[in-house]
């Protein structure tokens, strides 16, 4: 499947550094097409070596909406001079010819992009973070509604363009284990670059692999409500009744059960009823009813 992501094909000079002689070319008349971001740095500057790698990169990943140059101020003070650069790093976005914005200092990557995004969207762009944003929303509509195969073909677009989105990463994950395909998922999640092994998307799409597991061998409902109802304080037919219910698609009832043993004993086999719980919050989505509700419950009984 073929998803064109991005309307400006990838630059050959993309990246370039420029010294005084070339400062009006390559920023200046550069920028009236398409948005410069300069880099003001030096080679003793510490901070300046971790915030152009993350500027080249976002650059890079914007596909030709954005040019970067290079600036090594000790090579031109007078550049810097004349843009009054009073401290390095120092960053700098030129359009049609002017400054429209900029910022001091290192930041973390994310601000780097969200700042590369802005300067495009400012020059009336559009950032390859909004078009994969769509994407991403148009593929867990599909997951959503039972398409899973599409889903996965949609996500392996979108890591096709960067594959390093940790959101399209855990819908493929997602998509496989809704297919009923575990094996994959799990290769999937041990697989998944180490920049985002640790992101939400991805830990919520482990919770996830980890209930469909369990899912397998979940015994049946009714005759696990029969044992339940009969005998209270029976925890493990308690425990099994919650895995049941959530294999069944419900999760409130899961909760709720899994709430009831806790309440009960909660240190029963090594606390495991408030592990399933946060195994539970952590698939769903964070803004769900069923975790709000059981958050606060739980929060409840642990500080009561």
């Not at 200046?28 to 790698?53: M, R």
């Not at 976005?93 to 700042?115: C, N, T, W, Y």
């Not at 929303?137 to 390093?164: R, V, Y």
């Not at 996830?208 to 339940?228: F, I, S, W, Y």
Request: hydrophobic share 45%; glycine share 8%.
């Amino acid at each position: 499947m073929e998803l064109n992501l991005t309307a400006n094909a990838p630059d050959a000079d993309l990246i370039k550094d420029v010294s005084e002689a070339t400062f009006m070319a390559d920023v200046v008349e550069a920028s009236q097409t398409v948005p410069v971001i300069v880099d003001f740095w030096a080679p003793w500057c510490g901070p300046c070596k971790t915030l152009g790698p993350q500027l080249e990169a976002a650059v890079t990943a914007a596909k030709g909406a954005v040019k970067m140059a290079k600036v090594n101020v000790d090579e031109a003070q007078r550049i810097a001079g004349q843009l009054q650069i009073q401290s390095i790093p120092t960053v700098y976005a030129f359009h049609k010819g002017q400054p429209i914005d900029g910022f001091q200092g290192a930041l973390p990557e994310s601000e780097v992009r969200a700042f590369v995004d802005r300067v495009i969207k400012a020059a009336g762009g559009e950032a390859p973070g909004d078009a994969l944003a769509d994407a991403v929303e148009a593929a867990e509509e599909m997951l959503a509604e039972g398409a899973a195969q599409d889903a996965a073909q949609t996500f392996a677009a979108i890591l096709g363009e960067d594959p390093q989105h940790a959101g399209a990463y855990g819908g493929m994950v997602r998509a496989h284990i809704a297919m009923g395909e575990l094996d994959q998922a799990e290769a999937l999640l041990n697989g998944a670059p180490i920049e985002i092994s640790r992101a939400p998307e991805l830990e919520a799409a482990h919770a996830q692999l980890e209930l469909a597991r369990q899912a397998e061998n979940a015994g049946p409902v009714a005759e696990l409500t029969a044992t339940v109802e009969a005998e209270p304080d029976n925890h493990q037919a308690r425990f099994d009744l919650a895995r049941a219910l959530y294999a069944k698609g419900d999760a409130e009832g899961a909760v709720s059960h899994l709430l009831d043993l806790f309440r009960r004993d909660r240190e029963w086999n090594e606390g495991a009823a408030k592990t399933q719980l946060f195994t539970i919050f952590d698939a769903l989505k964070p803004n769900d009813p069923v975790v709000l509700n059981g958050r606060r419950k739980l929060s409840s009984m642990i500080f009561a």
